[in-house]
């Protein structure tokens, strides 16, 4: 797995260094702490990164932790975060869990996977996108590059990002797992795209079930 991520990350660097996820920009800001991670990844959902990022950062600079903006106005809070999409609803999502957050755990975001997907809206990939950028605990989430990646590599044979999930947990020792979805996501948004995987300048190549395929006459 070492190799892997290394040669994802060199051929990045070769090509063009990437910018940042917003999970990881958000980590590194620690605007808000994990309440904005977890507030962040919810909102991230079919939002290009760079959009989430500029509107987490105006969200937190009026409501500053889960106390205010349970208390705010849904038509104000979809205002700031109308450029991202379905924001009816992800107003709507992002305060009933800021209640809960609030009023049922004090304010501090649960650290474990259990408590988390008890929350409106909150699957197993958002809990585990906490549980690695807000607490560095170990976890996988698996989003459709990790999941497209690890089936193109020849990772895993799975039909869906959950089954996706429970097989790189059973094979890649766990001192990986804060490094994958960053690194895969990041790999998926510039080298191995959905439609045109730039394979020419890609240093995993040859260990790749998917470019062999297309290598093979």
């Not at 987490?56 to 700031?80: G, Q, R, T, W």
């Not at 990790?146 to 790189?168: A, F, Y």
């Not at 948004?189 to 300048?201: D, F, G, H, R, Y």
Request: net charge positive; charged share 30%; with cysteine.
């Amino acid at each position: 797995m070492k190799k892997i991520l290394q040669g994802m990350v060199n051929t990045m660097n070769e090509v063009k260094p990437p910018r940042m996820t917003a999970l990881r920009e958000l980590h590194e800001a620690e605007t808000g702490g994990p309440f904005s991670i977890l507030i962040g990844t919810i909102l991230s959902a079919r939002t290009k990164d760079e959009s989430t990022t500029k509107i987490v950062k105006i969200l937190f600079s009026k409501y500053k932790n889960s106390k205010e903006l349970a208390n705010a106005k849904i038509k104000e809070v979809e205002k700031i975060i109308k450029p991202i999409g379905f924001y009816h609803v992800k107003a709507k999502r992002i305060i009933e869990v800021a209640k809960i957050i609030d009023s049922k755990y004090k304010g501090i975001v649960p650290d474990n996977l259990e408590k988390l997907v008890e929350l409106p809206g909150v699957g197993r990939k958002t809990a585990n996108c906490v549980l690695v950028y807000a607490f560095d605990k170990p976890a996988i989430p698996v989003d459709i590059h990790v999941h497209r990646i690890s089936n193109r590599i020849g990772l895993v044979k799975t039909k869906t990002p959950e089954e996706t999930e429970i097989e790189l947990m059973k094979k890649i020792p766990k001192k990986f797992w804060l490094e994958i979805n960053d690194t895969f996501v990041m790999y998926g948004q510039n080298i191995c795209k959905p439609i045109t995987p730039l394979c020419e300048v890609c240093k995993i190549k040859k260990s790749c079930n998917f470019y062999k395929s297309k290598t093979v006459f």
